[in-house]
Structures are given as C-alpha cells and as structure tokens.
C-alpha cells in the first residue's frame, strides 16, 4: 500500500520525467512536489492531492497548507450550499481539515482519491450538522439555489487554482450535458441530505424513477468526465 | 456482468443514498466482488467532482491561518512520529546488516545470518499488526456508519412521531373550532329565548292579572254561592217552616158572650214546637181585677192545661198572644178561653167565654 513513499518524497518526478511516463500504470503511484500547471492531467493532480497527503502524514504542514490552497475553495462552497451557514461552513472547513491532518496517515491512494476523501468527509459532516440542525419535513421545503451546471456564480471564481479551476469548469460542462431531471436528482442527492424517498417526493416523481435518473446521471457524468479530464 | 440493478445501487451507494439493511447487504456484495467494487469506487470519484459545481464562494483569509494554527496545536499535542517507509527501513536494516557482517566477518557469519533472518520476521510481524490495525479502523467505520444510520432513522422516527402530534394538535384545534360553533349557535338560542321570554314577561304579567281579576271574580262567585247557600237554607227553613204550617192545628174559638156575640178567636198551635198563638178580636174590656185565661182540653190529663192569661186592647177588644201550655199537650181536643181574677187561677173557676174545638 506504501510502497510508492520513497520514490515519491526522496525523489520528486520532474516535469519532463513525469510528462514523459504519461499514463503508465507506475505513474499512479509517483506523486510530484507540486502542481502548478494548467495542463496537469487529473491523473497528475490525483498523485500531487496523494503526494501531499503523505507529506501531511509525515507532519509536513507546508503540505498541508498546500493541500489547503488546492481544495478549500470546492470544499467551503459544498459546504456554505449545504448548511448555508458561512460560520457554520467555515468550522466545517477548519474541523474537516484537521481531521484529513491527524488521518492523513491512514490514507490508502489506492482506494480513492485525496480529493474525493476529503469531499465524502465534509459533505457528511455538513449533511450531519444540518439534519441535526433542521427537521426533515423541512428538508424537503428548502430551497435549493441554483441547479447544477447552470449556475453562473459558480463559474471562473469557482476555484482560483488554474488546475483547479480547469477541473471545476470541466465537471460544469459535463454536468451541463445532463438532462435537466437527471440534473436534478443529482444536485439534491449530493447536497440537500434527503433520503431516496424523501428526493421522490420532492421531485413528485416515483421513487424508481428518481433512482434510474440517479444511476444514469451519475454514469454519465463519469464518462463525459473521462473524456474531460 | 454489472446488471443495471447493481449500478443502480452503486450510485445510490456512492451518493451515500443507501440505508440500513440495503445498504449492509450491497456493503457485502462490494467486499466480493473487485469488478463492483471498482464500479462503486469510479461512481463515488464522480460524485465528489459535484462539489465543484457548488455556487463559488472565496473562504474568509483568516481561516487558512486557523487551520494550520490548529494543525500546528495538534501537532504539540500528539507528536507525530517520523513515518519511516518500511521500504527504507528494509534498506536501512540490510546495511546494518552487511556493516555488521563486514566487522564480524567470518566470525560470527551464522550468527549475523540469524540475526537478519530475525530481522525481516519482525518486519513481517509488524506488516501482519499494520494490516490488523487497519482492519479494525475499517471495522470501526463501519460501525460507526450503521450507528450513524441508526440516529438519522430514529431522527426520522421522532420527526413522524413529532408529524403525528401536530396532526393530533390539528384535530384538537378542529375539534375546538367545531364546539365553539356549537356554542355561538347554543349562544344565540340563549339570546332568541331570552328575547321569547321578554316577549312573554308582558303576557304573563297580563295573565296574572287576569288571573287576579278570576280570582276575584270566583271569590265574588264563592260569596254568591254562600249567599245562594244560605238563601237555599233558609228556603229550606222555610220549606221546613211551612211543613210544619202543613201539621199546625188551627181552631176558631166561637162566644158564649150573650153581650159580645161578634168576639171571636183563633188558636194556632204546633204540635212540635209545643207553642201556638191565639189571636182575638172584639171580647169586651175587663175590670182591672179581672183577666181572661186560656186553657187547652187535653184527653189525656183529667183537668184543662192552663195556656196562660191575657188582656185585650180597651178599644178593640183585640190580643194576640203566644201560649205554651204548663203540661206537655199531645193532642188538642178543644179551647176554652174563662174570665178568672186577675193574675189567673191552676183550675178554672169562671165562666166560659170562648169555646172552639
């Protein structure tokens, strides 16, 4: 599982080496110091997110401010949509940071990636916080402000990160090839906390519905991203 | 093969959309199953890039500062011990182990053999705990996932119940609105029968008075039946008054006088009231010492009973007088007036100057 420390913290890959392996299979495991560039494909920003991790694991907080600079932005807005609280989003933030600090040791790259990690983290912290905040009957009624993909706030400042921001606007564009219920389903099933039943009663669709434009939104989503990404 | 019923699950999985049971038991088809576990873990990858299409919003500067000086508390706290790979730990011990061997060389080579075979068995010891180790925090968050699960299906539960309360509430407020209602209608009766009686309160004062009016009338009706009453009893007073005329005895008493033939009298007597009259007319005046007496023939007694003593007017020669007789009379069988001295005498003497039978 960690066999790829080494190589990775005592020898970085160089720009040139690392565009130069491409998408080999070893290269999943190489993880440069940074990532700066605008071109970086989503595999080398995966190995960087996982590089930094490690980095963190070994009490590098530089790493950690690193890490910080790549994800925050993604993170406090899936936060601040879901609680809607900006105090309430930014402890949210600071708390699941600390814990990605004190778990970054047990991280395992070859079970998902660091940034997908830390959004599962403080997507079920906020949904937690919420639902224990707010009954569900109100759940059901709140607003949600903007759909996915459509959002036209959401755009270039979304993430200023360039690499970031390439990622953010690649995921809106393929979100935007969504049918709108498809579009729909996914936005209150990642954001609002509602059960299954509860997204079919929002959507006054039937409950089997709601989980076949569930299964063919997401699939969808995930091969337009590999062609995206 | 993923069939579509498994992708479904997958997404649903990825989306943390599944609960309790269903989620437990995908939970168990993932662990056997590479292919889907791949599937579930490409799906969840996909989900978490949604978080890019969250409205943008810049954190606040100063929350980046908080975060590594928290990062940098915990660190205090909890020293972190330097991670060492064990690949490097395996390069490091090799040297050891060939340093080792170069300065015992020859002398104690089993012995130096030994001791990195010993080596690597710990090495191996302790992979074999780090898996263990992981293995429990793997169990732990899956407890941890189901505890959670748990909560939020209680949470539910509390939020149903909390639901059927304010149904409950609901129909106690319908319930409220139904009986007061029923009260303004019961008012408004109230008020329609308090105007009724209103109404009424004039007609019975005029049936009291009407009744006070009957009331008198009945009274003066009483008064005049007691008065027809007593007229009726003294009706039959008299009825009973001329029954007894019906048994009176009436005689004419005719003279004797040789000077006064015209006197004559009349005897009434009653049987029952053992009393009569006798009325005269024209029998001459008498001398002061003397006084006519009247007896009555009775068959019983051997002598006339003595009916008493009279005078007559001077002018008229007329009396009438009521008489007993001084013995009880049963039957009368004839009258005789007598001229006797005057306060009369218990047997007669004188002459007779009337006689009627």
């Known amino acids: ?229 | 093969m993923i069939d579509e019923r498994h992708e479904e699950l997958a997404a649903l999985f990825a989306l943390d959309l599944l609960e309790g049971a269903e989620r437990t038991q995908f939970e168990s088809a993932v662990a056997a199953d590479p292919a889907l576990a791949a599937l579930v873990q490409s799906l969840r990858e996909s989900s978490a890039t949604l978080a890019h299409t969250a409205p943008a919003t810049e954190p606040p500067p100063a929350l980046r500062a908080r975060i590594l000086a928290s990062a940098a508390a915990v660190s205090a706290e909890q020293p972190r011990a330097k991670i060492i790979p064990f690949p490097a730990l395996i390069g490091w011990a090799a040297a050891a182990c060939f340093a080792a061997l170069a300065a015992i060389l020859g002398v104690r080579y089993y012995s130096g053999q030994s001791e990195a075979e010993s080596l690597r068995s710990r090495i191996a010891t302790t992979e074999l705990a780090l898996k263990g180790a992981q293995n429990e925090n793997d169990a732990a968050q899956i407890i941890a996932r189901r505890q959670i699960d748990t909560l939020i299906q209680q949470a539910a539960g509390s939020s149903r119940q909390l639901d059927a309360e304010q149904q409950r509430a609901t129909n106690a407020e319908s319930r409220l609105a139904a009986t007061a209602l029923q009260l303004a209608a019961a008012d408004k009766k109230a008020v329609d029968a308090l105007q009724q009686l209103a109404q009424l309160t004039p007609r019975l004062d005029a049936a009291s008075r009407n009744t006070a009016e009957v009331r008198t009338q009945a009274e003066e009706l009483g008064a005049a039946l007691a008065a027809a009453q007593t007229h009726i009893a003294s009706l039959q007073h008299d009825l009973q008054t001329q029954g007894d005329l019906a048994n009176l005895k009436i005689t004419a008493l005719a003279s004797l006088l040789k000077n006064s033939p015209q006197a004559i009298a009349v005897a009434v007597w009653n049987p029952a009231k053992q009393e009569g009259v006798l009325k005269v007319d024209k029998l001459p005046a008498l001398a002061a010492d003397k006084t006519y007496q009247l007896w009555v023939v009775d068959p019983q007694y051997p002598n006339p009973v003595d009916g008493g003593v009279f005078t007559v007017d001077p002018q008229t020669g007329a009396q009438s007088v009521k008489f007993t007789g001084k013995q009880p009379i049963a039957a009368i069988a004839a009258y005789a007036v007598t001229m006797e001295r005057k306060g009369g005498v218990e047997k007669s003497a004188g002459p007779f100057l009337l006689l009627g039978k």
Do not use: C, N
Not at chain 1, 118 to 130: F, P, Q
């Open chain 1, 1 to 229: 599982m960690l066999t790829y420390l080494p190589e990775a913290l005592a020898a970085p890959v160089s720009e040139a080496e690392h565009a130069e392996r491409g998408a080999a299979p070893s290269s999943r495991f190489r993880v440069p110091m940074s990532d700066t560039s605008s071109t970086a494909s989503a595999d080398d920003r995966t190995q960087a997110d996982a590089g930094l991790v490690l980095r963190m694991a070994a009490g590098d907080k530089t790493a950690l401010a690193e890490l910080y600079d790549r994800f925050s932005r993604p993170l406090y807005a899936t936060a601040l949509r879901i609680v809607t609280d900006p105090t309430d989003a930014q402890d949210l933030v600071h708390d699941a940071f600390i814990a990605l600090w004190e778990k970054a040791a047990v991280f395992d790259a070859t079970r998902g990636t660091a940034f997908a990690w830390a959004v599962t983290l403080i997507r079920h912290r906020a949904i937690d916080r919420v639902r224990s905040r707010r009954r569900r009957s109100e759940l059901l009624t709140a607003a949600l402000p903007a759909d996915l993909g459509y959002d036209e706030d959401s755009g270039a400042s979304a993430d200023t990160s360039a690499a970031r921001s390439d990622q953010a606007s690649a995921v809106r564009a393929a979100v935007a090839t969504l049918p709108g219920d498809q579009k729909r389903a996914l936005e209150l099933a990642f954001f609002s906390g509602l059960t299954q039943q509860e997204i079919a009663q929002k959507l006054s669709a039937p409950l089997g519905t709601v989980k076949a434009r569930i299964r063919r939104g997401l699939l969808k989503l995930r091969d337009s991203l590999a062609h995206r990404l």
